[in-house]
C-alpha cells in the first residue's frame, strides 16, 4: 500500500478486486467479519459526525454522497438508486467509496462499492435481526429477488442461523435465479406464488424491492405476532413498501432519524412519532426485543457510518491479499508550493522524449 515515499498513491480496489477479496476471504466469512465491524462502530456512535445524506433526486432515481468521520478517519460514499436501469440492461444501484486520513485529508483508499453496498446493506440487516428477532429465528421470507436477495439470505444464514428461505417477486424468473444461486448453499428454498404465502410460517420478513413508489408490499392482516420485519426497500422520499397500520402496530428501530423520516417507512407517520435508535440496542442502552409477541420493524435506509465500517474493514484487509492497484491519484511535486513547477518538468521530459 502507498508509503510516505509515494504521496502520490492511493490504493485502488477494482470490482475483481472486490470480487477476488470476498471469495478468497468467503462471502459467509466476509458477512459475519463486516457485521462485527459494523457492531463495533454502532458501538462509538456518538463519536461519528452524522448528517442525512445529500441527495439529487430527479423523477429517474437519486444520486446521493453519503459522508461521515470518527475524527481519525473520514469516510465517503458516492451511489445512485436507479429503478428503471435493470430494464436498460444496467444495476439499479451502483457506487464507489473513499476513506482518508483526518489529519492530513490524503485518501487512503478508493474502492468499488456496489458490491461491497449489497454486502454491507446484507450484513447491516442481520446485525439488526441479531438484537430484534426472536431467539432461534429460523425461516426468513424474502419479498423482492433482486440483487440484494442472495446477499440477504447468506447474511442471515451465516449471522443468525436462518436456513429455511420463501422468496416471492412479481417476476417469477427473478425467484427462479435467486434459488439457483442459493443452490447447495444450506438452505431450504420455496418459491412463492404471493406475499401473502411467503410470510406464512416466517420469522422474520425481508423487504426488499425497487420501484420508486408507495406500494404496499405487506398489508397489515399479513404481519402476525412476534414477526421482525427487515424492511430494506422503502430508502428515499416517495418510496415505501409497508401499510401504514402495520408501523403504528411495530417496535420501530432506525439508524438516523433525521434521515429515516425523510427516507423510510416513517415518512408516512408524523414527524414526531417516537422510532427507537438501534445504536443504543447494539450499544446496551435500550432493550430490543420487548416480548415473544412484539412485531419489531428495522427501518433501514442505508445510512453512512455503515458504509465507513466497509470501507474500514476492505482496507485491513489489503495488506495481507495484495488485492488493490496502486493508483496515481494525487499531485506531489517535489517542493509542495511548486504545483506549476510539477507541470514544467513534466513539459520538459515530453520535449526531451
Known amino acids: 500500500m502507498s508509503t510516505h515515499s509515494n504521496l502520490n498513491i492511493v490504493p485502488f480496489v477494482s470490482v475483481d478486486h472486490m470480487m477476488r477479496l470476498v471469495l478468497k476471504i468467503g462471502i459467509e466469512t466476509f458477512l459475519t467479519e463486516l457485521a462485527a465491524v459494523i457492531e463495533e462502530?454502532?458501538?462509538?456512535?456518538?463519536?461519528?459526525?452524522?448528517?442525512?445524506?445529500?441527495?439529487?433526486?430527479s423523477a429517474e432515481g437519486v444520486i446521493?454522497?453519503?459522508p461521515t468521520s470518527d475524527g481519525?478517519?473520514?469516510?465517503?460514499?458516492?451511489?445512485?438508486?436507479?429503478?428503471?436501469n435493470t430494464k436498460e440492461g444496467r444495476q439499479t444501484v451502483t457506487a464507489f467509496g473513499v476513506l482518508s486520513d483526518v489529519g492530513n485529508g490524503y485518501p487512503m483508499l478508493l474502492s468499488e462499492m456496489t458490491i461491497l453496498t449489497a454486502l454491507r446493506t446484507a450484513a447491516m440487516s442481520a446485525v439488526a435481526a441479531k438484537h430484534l428477532a426472536r431467539p432461534n429465528s429460523k425461516t426468513m421470507a424474502i419479498i423482492g429477488n433482486g440483487a440484494q436477495s442472495e446477499f440477504q439470505a447468506l447474511a442471515f444464514k451465516a449471522i443468525l442461523g436462518v436456513t429455511d428461505l420463501r422468496l416471492c417477486d412479481l417476476d417469477p424468473t427473478a425467484t427462479e435465479r435467486c434459488a439457483r444461486n442459493l443452490e447447495g448453499k444450506g438452505f431450504s428454498i420455496t418459491a412463492c406464488a404471493s406475499s401473502q404465502e411467503a410470510v406464512e410460517g416466517s420469522d422474520i420478513i425481508t423487504t426488499v424491492t425497487a420501484d420508486k413508489q408507495y406500494a404496499t408490499i405487506l398489508s397489515d392482516n399479513m404481519v402476525g405476532p412476534g414477526v421482525h420485519i427487515n424492511a430494506v426497500g422503502g430508502d428515499c422520499p416517495g418510496k415505501t413498501e409497508l401499510h401504514k397500520d402495520i408501523l403504528l402496530r411495530s417496535d420501530i428501530f432506525v439508524e438516523y432519524p433525521l434521515q429515516t423520516r425523510?427516507?423510510?417507512?416513517?415518512?408516512?407517520?408524523?414527524?414526531?412519532?417516537?422510532?427507537?435508535?438501534l445504536w443504543e440496542v447494539i450499544a446496551g442502552?435500550?432493550?430490543?426485543?420487548?416480548?415473544?409477541?412484539?412485531?419489531?420493524?428495522?427501518?433501514?435506509?442505508g445510512f453512512a457510518i455503515e458504509d465507513f465500517s466497509a470501507l474500514r474493514y476492505v482496507r485491513s484487509k489489503l495488506e495481507e491479499t495484495g488485492l488493490y492497484t496502486d493508483l496515481d491519484l494525487l499531485a506531489d511535486p517535489d517542493e509542495p508550493r511548486d504545483l506549476y513547477g510539477m507541470l514544467l518538468r513534466c513539459e520538459a521530459k515530453l520535449h526531451a522524449a
Not at 42 to 51: A, I, L, P, S, Y
Not at 75 to 83: E, M, Q, R
Not at 285 to 301: A, H
Open 41 to 57: 462502530d454502532f458501538r462509538r456512535w456518538e463519536q461519528f459526525d452524522k448528517t442525512p445524506r445529500v441527495a439529487s433526486h
Open 64 to 66: 446521493e454522497l453519503m
Open 72 to 84: 481519525t478517519l473520514y469516510g465517503f460514499k458516492y451511489v445512485n438508486g436507479h429503478p428503471k
Open 262 to 277: 425523510i427516507e423510510g417507512e416513517i415518512q408516512q407517520l408524523d414527524a414526531d412519532y417516537p422510532v427507537k435508535e
Open 285 to 301: 442502552k435500550r432493550q430490543g426485543r420487548q416480548s415473544e409477541r412484539t412485531i419489531t420493524l428495522f427501518d433501514s435506509v
